[in-house]
């Protein structure tokens, strides 16, 4: 499908992780010069485990600091806070019933994160049925993500394909845009490199934050969790904690794969590279979220974002409303 419009959201659960970096937002600053793109900042799903609230508020307004620090134009692309727009909530309604109890059910991240829960809340399990409200809103064609979120997407599809089905076409049915592995899809935990890094994983040393200070990236890699051996070499299945930091080293320094490959004799020289790669890189992200970090600097972005995106999504919930039998209060 043509590369027209995109849409993708970021929870603000907690600062930015490097995989979030080179498996997503990477990703969204290039395709804002070729497509039309809406960026969000996914509260209401953040609220589907507990959240401080004071720190929630907080961390929605430092997520959306660091998607301009990374380099996202707030006047070229729609950069908005999902609770700012309520036609999510109402879309993901009238999803809701368009879905089954058993394809939800099915979803690794809710089996995964059900686990780790004390209680498991509703709002955990229909999840992807508002994952898949924000995208189908905007007619988004493609939707930049890492690998861990493709199961969500494929659900989107399904969703779509159905109410298509039933109610004539209406959505558009996204892509998924996903680099392979060897491009950022999936960047791995520095202590177990066969689980993907995440922030909510409770060793700090397992992921590098965009915000973690260059003595603290130095020493998180040096302990980051190497094979067997000595060789540099990309090979998955026996190097996976090797083939990770090549990866990153190769995103970060814009060296290819093969380039990196064979090129050290043991690992202490390659661990230094591949921290001055990451300082390097993050350093001019972190100059402009301390200066972003201004009060107001952010907030009016917010406010014109939110206003472009209901324009769009107002219009589309009223045709989803009308679609499946609601009397409009417009119509009154
Ligand atoms: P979230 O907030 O967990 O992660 C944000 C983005 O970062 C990607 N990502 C990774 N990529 C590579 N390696 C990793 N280790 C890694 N960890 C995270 C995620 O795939 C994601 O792209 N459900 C989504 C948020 C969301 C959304 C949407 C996304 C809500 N509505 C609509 C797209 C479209 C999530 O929890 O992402």
Request: proline share 9%.
């Given at each position: 499908m043509e590369l027209k419009t995109v849409f993708s959201g970021v929870q603000p659960s907690g600062a930015l992780t490097l995989g979030n970096y080179l498996g997503a937002i990477r990703n969204f600053v290039d395709l804002q010069h070729k497509a039309k793109c809406y960026f969000c900042v996914v509260d209401q799903h953040a609220l589907t485990i507990p959240q401080d609230p004071a720190r929630l508020r907080e961390r929605t307004l430092d997520l959306a600091r660091l998607f301009i620090a990374c380099g996202l134009d707030p006047d070229i692309s729609t950069i908005f806070v999902q609770s700012h727009v309520p036609a999510h909530s109402q879309l993901s309604w009238l999803l809701e019933c368009m879905t089954y109890v058993g394809e939800l059910r099915r979803m690794t991240q809710f089996k995964e994160k059900s686990r780790t829960q004390e209680v498991v809340t509703t709002g955990l399990f229909t999840y992807p049925v508002l994952m898949a409200a924000d995208i189908l809103l905007y007619d988004a064609t493609h939707v930049p993500v890492g690998d861990d979120q493709k199961q969500h997407l494929e659900l989107c599809r399904n969703i779509a394909n159905r109410f298509n089905n039933r109610f004539?076409?209406?959505?558009?049915v996204p892509e998924p845009y996903i680099p392979p592995r060897q491009a950022g899809g999936r960047i791995m935990s520095l202590t177990d490199p066969t689980k993907k890094m995440a922030k909510?994983?409770?060793?700090?040393?397992?992921y590098i934050l965009l915000t973690d200070p260059p003595d603290v990236i130095r020493a998180k890699i040096r302990k980051a969790t190497t094979d067997a051996g000595r060789e540099v070499i990309y090979d998955e299945k026996t190097k996976p904690g090797v083939s990770n930091l090549m990866v990153i080293l190769s995103l970060c320094s814009g060296l290819r794969l093969d380039e990196i490959s064979?090129?050290?004799?043991?690992y202490a020289q390659f661990k230094k590279d591949v921290a001055e790669a990451v300082i390097a890189k993050l350093e001019p992200i972190q100059r402009r979220h301390r200066e972003l970090s201004?009060?107001?600097?952010?907030e009016h972005a917010l406010a014109i974002g939110a206003t472009r995106a209901e324009a769009v999504a107002s219009r589309k919930l009223a045709t989803v409303q009308d679609k499946m039998g609601l009397v409009l209060r417009e119509s009154l």
């Open positions: 004539g076409e209406t959505f558009v909510s994983d409770e060793n700090p040393d397992s064979g090129r050290y004799d043991g201004e009060p107001g600097a952010i």
